[in-house]
């Protein structure tokens, strides 16, 4: 279900795992930890949000979507 997410959103596994080993910030969502990672295009700037439960063990993602909505999630804003 998550792969086919990501397919969807057109976000690839390596993206997700370079954004998990080197995040631009690290917030909290209920009880996820949220990596995040700015991403520019030619003409936007984005956010990709990848959500992980660290409770588990391993740790799990739960969900990861990119969004422009930046100024909304993203702490010391551009």
């Not at 409770?55 to 990119?66: H, L």
């Amino acid at each position: 279900m998550l792969l086919e997410q990501m397919r969807e959103r057109n976000i690839s596994k390596e993206t997700v795992e370079n954004i998990l080993a080197k995040p631009d910030q690290i917030a909290a969502h209920e009880n996820l930890t949220v990596f995040q990672h700015l991403e520019k295009t030619d003409k936007t700037l984005f956010i990709i949000r990848v959500f992980v439960n660290m409770r588990k063990s391993p740790n799990v993602v739960v969900t990861v979507y990119r969004t422009s909505k930046i100024s909304k999630y993203y702490e010391n804003k551009i």
